[in-house]
């Protein structure tokens, strides 16, 4: 199917290794970011804070954001490239349509379509992040693909659209999804690209997952276009929490996409990519 120009969402969950919790996630809630097993409204992956000068952290490149979270009594700052504003939860916050609990902690539009930086950070009460939605603006005609990382094959083997560099990456099956995993740091995994727009890493979070890396190569070995460091490592299991995206690709340009695993265990379960149609 080809989608015409035009904005594209993406909904980053609280689990997210894309969203920085500091000082870190997992802990109790007077001394880091805590994950709940359940939220007021029943969001696996809130993460939820009383410590003063907690921080959470997202950078991404598009036009729009919008910071969701649940209603507790809190105030914080947000800062987006620089600019600094100041918030408190009230009843005035509520997202249209949604459940009483649900709020809007910050939102932004008609941004630039460069990289952005922001972060939000407590300054007294508790605040819970419950997900991030950033929007791109794709100026061409595109398909979105979906690459498995196995074959249908009986006993399912390794797509072939990644290479391993030698490392021993195993096709091994998870709650019925086929997921390509290591545990051995220091070992990568590649796959190339071109007519891309960007591109979305989904993956496996758990307490065995750690610190992954991505590198984005333009003309597959020259200069880093973008390079991420994230953290899969969370109290809970989740198959599919999105890793990492690309969204300031140049679909002109060839690219070569490096995983690094860095500490404990990387799971990869798919990409989805946004491959522009030639005009």
């Known amino acids: 199917m080809v989608h015409k120009p035009g904005p594209r969402n993406f909904s980053l969950d609280g689990n997210s290794a894309m969203l920085r919790y500091l000082p870190y996630s997992g802990g109790p809630s007077d001394s880091s970011w805590s ?47 620089g600019n600094v504003s100041q918030h408190t939860l009230t009843s005035n916050a509520l997202l249209s349509g949604s459940t009483p609990d649900i709020v809007t902690l910050f939102s932004a539009k008609d941004l630039q379509d460069t ?64 997921s ?28 065995a997952q750690g610190s992954f890396k991505v590198e984005v190569l333009q003309n597959s070995t020259a200069s880093c276009s973008d390079s991420f460091t994230g953290n899969a490592s969370s109290p809970d299991t989740d198959s599919i929490a999105l890793l990492y995206v690309a969204t300031n690709m140049d679909p002109t340009m060839n690219y070569r996409v490096n995983i690094n695993n860095n500490e404990g265990k990387f799971d990869l379960d798919h990409l989805v990519i946004y491959e522009t149609v030639p005009g």
């Open 115 to 178: 990289p952005h930086n922001l972060t939000l950070s407590v300054r007294e009460g508790e605040i819970a992040v419950h997900s991030a939605n950033v929007t791109i603006n794709i100026k061409e005609e595109f398909k979105v693909a979906k690459i498995p990382v196995a074959t249908n094959a009986i006993p399912p083997a390794a797509n072939q659209f990644f290479f391993s560099h030698g490392f021993n990456w195993s096709v091994a099956d998870f709650r019925g999804t086929p």
């Open 35 to 81: 994950t709940p097993s359940t939220s007021a409204k029943g969001s696996r992956f809130m993460h939820m804070t009383k410590m003063v000068n907690a921080s959470m952290e997202l950078s991404w490149t598009g036009t729009a954001i919008t910071l969701v979270g649940e209603r507790m009594n809190g105030s914080y700052s947000v800062t987006l490239d």
């Open 180 to 207: 390509l995993g290591i545990d051995v740091e220091d070992a990568q995994l590649s796959f190339d690209l071109n007519s891309t727009r960007a591109f979305e890493i989904y993956g496996r979070t758990g307490p």
